[in-house]
C-alpha cells in the first residue's frame, strides 16, 4: 500500500468510530436504568456488613492473643530447655567428679579386698545417684511439659469459643 492509501483507509475508520461512539449514547439497550434501592434492602445490607465487622474484630482479636500466648508459651520453651540443660551440666559434672575419686581411691588401694569393696561402694552410690538424677530430670522434664502446654491449650481453647461466638 501506499502512504496516500494507507491515510485515507485510517482517516474513514476513525470516522466510522465517532459516528458508531456518537450513536450508542442515544441508544437506551446499553443504557443503565437507576434503581433506588428499597431501604429495607439497604438496612439489611449494613447490618450484615457491621456484624461482618464485628466478626472480623473478634477473629482478630482471638488471633492477637493466641499469637501471644505461643509467644509465651516460646519463653517458656526456652526457660524450660536452659533449666534442664543445665541440670544435665549439673549431672554430668557431679558423676564426672565422683569417677574421678574413685578412680584416684582405687589408685590408693593396699589390697585387692579393699580395690574391691571400693568398687562395689562406688557402684552403689552412683546407681543411686544416678537413680536420683533419672527422678529429678523427669520431674523436670514433666513441669516444662505442663508449662508449656496448659497456657497453649487455654489459649485455642478461649480462641475457639470466641471465634464460634461470633
Not at 456518537?22 to 434501592?37: L, Q
Not at 509465651?72 to 558423676?95: C, H, P
Not at 533419672?134 to 513441669?143: F, I, N, S, T, V
Request: charged share 30%.
Amino acid at each position: 500500500m501506499t502512504a496516500a492509501k494507507t491515510e485515507t483507509t485510517t482517516s474513514k475508520t476513525r470516522t466510522a468510530g465517532k459516528a458508531s461512539a456518537s450513536a450508542a449514547p442515544g441508544f437506551e439497550a446499553f443504557s443503565m436504568p437507576k434503581v433506588e434501592m428499597p431501604a429495607a434492602m439497604r438496612e439489611l445490607t449494613e447490618k450484615g456488613l457491621n456484624q461482618s465487622r464485628e466478626a472480623y474484630e473478634k477473629f482478630k482479636s482471638a488471633a492477637e492473643e493466641a499469637t501471644d500466648m505461643i509467644e509465651d508459651s516460646y519463653e517458656t520453651t526456652r526457660q524450660g530447655v536452659i533449666e534442664f540443660n543445665m541440670r544435665a551440666l549439673e549431672a554430668a559434672k557431679t558423676n564426672t567428679d565422683a569417677t574421678y575419686d574413685f578412680m584416684k581411691s582405687m589408685v590408693g588401694a593396699k589390697s585387692l579386698s579393699e580395690a574391691i569393696e571400693l568398687q562395689s561402694s562406688f557402684a552403689r552410690s552412683q546407681f543411686e545417684a544416678v537413680s536420683k538424677q533419672a527422678k529429678d530430670m523427669q520431674e523436670l522434664a514433666g513441669k516444662f511439659a505442663s508449662d508449656f502446654s496448659e497456657p497453649m491449650k487455654d489459649a485455642f481453647g478461649k480462641a475457639v469459643k470466641d471465634f464460634k461466638a461470633a
